[in-house]
Structures are given as structure tokens and as C-alpha cells.
């Protein structure tokens, strides 16, 4: 599976969703100007988590991974891999970006080291650094579309 400008994949299945985002990981290179940042964009239920659970068990990430909905933000340790840590926030309850500028927001995007992968960038992009674009799109039939724009 190779990632250019735009893919789109359809997964039909939690273990199809989660494949891509494995392949996805792979492709994934440290920019020494910051954190790698990936923005999940899509409906409630389209796939955002099960992705990032693609992406967690990919990095050796053992624990269950679940959206941080009520928490925001969930930090995983990474030992041994290119990057040190997989950052998973949800803006989905923020109201205004200074919410996430208070959980050190800046900090962790300067970070060449951090992963960071952000359900509902949407309701914070006057402070989104350049990121990857991931749209998830309910196709029915429990079918979704995962477009990667690069």
C-alpha cells in the first residue's frame, strides 16, 4: 500500500480499517521541524478510533485504546521506535482552542519526536500546525471510506 498525495481505501470491517492504518504508520517519517500531526476527520461512529487503534497496535502499544473524549488527551510511551510518543487528543468537547493550548498544546507540537493523532481537528484549526488529513466516510452497509491526504 503506498500513500501519495490522496488514497482512498474502503474498508468494509474494524480489521480492515485498522490494516490500513498499519500500513499507514510505515509510511510515516520524523520532520525535524516538529511533531508529525494527523488530523481524523469525519462523523461520529465513521472510524476515527479504530484507526488510531490501527495506528497504537502498530507502534507495540499493548494497552486498550479508547477515544479520550471526557480526559482529551492520552499519552502513550513509545520504547524503541521512531517516534517517543503517540499523542491521541479529542476536540471533540473543546469550545475554544486556548482549551488545548492549557494542555501544553505548543510543547508537544514542537516535538519531532511526537505522533500526534487528533479526532475532530476541526474545532481547533486556528491553531493547527501543516497535518496530514485523514477524512472517514460511512459508505453503508458498515462500509467506510478512508481518503489520506498527504
Known amino acids: 500500500m503506498l500513500f501519495n498525495m490522496t488514497t482512498k481505501y474502503i474498508a468494509h470491517s474494524l480489521t480492515e480499517t485498522q490494516k490500513i492504518a498499519e500500513q499507514f504508520v510505515l509510511t510515516l517519517n520524523i520532520t525535524p521541524s516538529g511533531a508529525t500531526v494527523v ?3 469525519g462523523d ?3 472510524g476515527k478510533t479504530s484507526f488510531t487503534q490501527g495506528v497504537a ?3 507495540g502499544i499493548q494497552e486498550n485504546v479508547v477515544s479520550p473524549t471526557f480526559v482529551i488527551e492520552k499519552i502513550y510511551e513509545l520504547f524503541g521506535k521512531r517516534f517517543s510518543h503517540l499523542i491521541h487528543i479529542d476536540a471533540y468537547r ?3 482552542s486556548n482549551e488545548l493550548l492549557h494542555l501544553g498544546w ?9 505522533l500526534i493523532l487528533i479526532e475532530w481537528p476541526e474545532r481547533v ?3 493547527m500546525p501543516p497535518h496530514i488529513k485523514i477524512q472517514f466516510t460511512h459508505t453503508g452497509n458498515e ?3 478512508i481518503e489520506i491526504m498527504v
Open 57 to 59: 497496535h502498530a507502534l
Open 125 to 127: 484549526l486556528d491553531i
Open 39 to 41: 488530523g481524523l476527520y
Open 44 to 46: 461520529l461512529g465513521a
Open 106 to 114: 505548543n510543547e508537544i507540537i514542537s516535538n519531532p519526536k511526537n
Open 94 to 96: 473543546i469550545e475554544t
Open 143 to 145: 462500509g467506510r471510506e
